[in-house]
């Protein structure tokens, strides 16, 4: 009969859990506790059931974390609706960005206004600004929040923000800063932010299937190795 290692069978206990490898809390908005993890200041609230940080008017939402020290990837989903008028030079804002300790690096992310949505607004300008960090941002405008309660006649946008974070910010402390500008009465602007996640690429979790078969592997080879030593002492 084939015994396999104790160490063996309780990795195998956990093969079927799904392993996860973010570092971000309550990234998806799920807890019970409204905003846990996070940060706010302002109109932000965790509207039933809990699935998205929704801003209205002014707004910031910030969470602080460790971004890991091999190649990392971050990534949020984003809606925004706006009564500001087509054309309108001072309109309301929602923006996102990330600031780094203790090297006090910057990573201006994305904005988003009446007039669409602008990537990395500081691209081609960092040598203006001190500390920005020059990045690599993508926008998926496929992506929606569920539920999400645009402005009735407003301009609506929403899609996925995603970049590969730079060697310069690994293994720093950083702060992700969501924040809702807001010029003045006259328009009335709404936000929201989901799946706000960072994960290293550096560092794959086998599938809980291809765990399993990897254990059981191992312990077939380490039964025919007990097997081919006692054969040799006897």
Do not use: H
Not at 74 to 103: M, N, W
């Amino acid at each position: 009969m084939l015994k396999i290692p104790t160490c063996l069978c309780i990795v195998l206990a956990f093969a079927g859990v799904e392993a996860t490898a973010g570092v971000i809390v309550n990234g998806d908005f799920s807890s019970p506790v409204a905003l846990q993890g996070y940060s706010s200041g302002g109109s932000v609230t965790q509207p039933s059931p809990g699935d998205f940080a929704q801003f209205d008017d002014v707004g910031v939402l910030t969470q602080t974390f460790t971004i890991p020290g091999g190649g990392s990837s971050l990534s949020f989903d984003f809606a925004f609706s706006t009564t500001t008028p087509i054309g309108s030079i001072f309109g309301d804002t929602f923006a996102a960005e990330l600031t780094t300790s203790p090297d006090a690096d910057v990573l201006d992310l994305f904005f988003v206004d009446v007039s669409g949505v602008t990537k990395d607004p500081l691209d081609g300008m960092e040598g203006l600004f001190p500390n920005v960090v020059p990045i690599d941002v993508d926008f998926d405008p496929s992506i929606s929040i569920a539920g999400f309660p645009s402005k009735p006649g407003g301009t609506d946008f929403s899609g996925r923000i995603s970049l590969l974070l730079p060697s310069e910010v690994l293994a720093e402390s950083a702060t992700i800063t969501f924040r809702l500008f807001d010029s003045g009465p006259a328009f009335e602007t709404v936000a929201a932010i989901d799946n706000f996640s960072v994960v290293s690429s550096n560092t794959p979790i086998p599938e809980p299937a291809s765990l399993a078969v990897w254990i059981v592997m191992a312990a077939g080879g380490l039964a025919r190795r007990r097997k081919r030593v006692r054969a040799s002492l006897e």
